[in-house]
């Protein structure tokens, strides 16, 4: 597993869903240009852009968006 400090798990997941968002923010927080998730301020944002947001959950939880220009 790369980066495994980044999961909060001792041991790996053998059985790893490639879809899980926790597993796709550690993703993107290694490889993507962090940009606003303020949506008063959605300049910086392209269609096609991948926005994280957090929750206001407990505990919380992050939702994975895809920015569009068109509905």
């Known amino acids: 597993m790369d980066y495994p400090q980044d999961y909060g798990d001792d041991v790996g997941d053998k059985n790893i869903d490639f879809r899980r968002v926790r597993n796709l923010n550690v993703f993107f927080l290694h490889h993507a240009k962090v940009l606003t998730t ?32 068109s509905l």
């Open 38 to 69: 303020d949506i008063s301020d959605i300049s910086q944002w392209q269609g096609g852009d991948i926005v994280v947001f957090p929750s206001l959950s407990v505990p919380p939880l992050l939702t994975i968006a895809f920015w569009s220009t």
